[in-house]
């Protein structure tokens, strides 16, 4: 089993940035693949990134390329997301998730354990 709780979430502007880190515990996370997926009001949880146990691969949904960067400390077993250059369509409720395996990285119904999610609020 593995718990995940995230924190780093808050409100800020335009442009401003943020980093999250998601803490695990119960197992640790070197042979996980871990993800961050995010929920807009009224929307489906949307991919957002996610990081292979060796941190030798990322992966980025386009609309955060460029502006967002996944990595991981397992010596830590904590996985942090640096947010920068926030835009209000950012506004979402953050969560951490692990997975076994490389199989549909970007879909959540792949992953097996979830934080409780982190609220991160872009806003002028």
């Known amino acids: 089993q593995v718990q995940l709780v995230e924190s780093g979430g808050g409100l800020v502007q335009p442009g401003d940035s943020l980093r999250l880190s998601c803490a695990a515990s119960g197992r640790t996370l070197s042979t996980y693949v871990m993800g961050w997926f995010r929920q807009a009001p009224g929307k489906e949880r949307e991919f957002v990134a996610a990081i292979t146990w060796g941190a030798a691969r990322t992966y980025y949904t386009d609309p955060v390329k460029g502006r967002f960067t996944i990595t991981r400390d397992n010596t830590k077993n904590t996985v942090y997301l640096q947010m920068n250059n926030l835009k209000p369509e950012d506004t979402a409720v953050y969560y951490c998730?692990?997975?076994?395996?490389?199989?549909?990285?970007?879909?959540?119904?792949?992953?097996?354990?979830w934080g409780q999610g982190t609220q991160v609020t872009v806003s002028s």
């Open positions: 998730a692990a997975k076994m395996g490389l199989n549909s990285i970007s879909s959540d119904s792949s992953y097996n354990y």
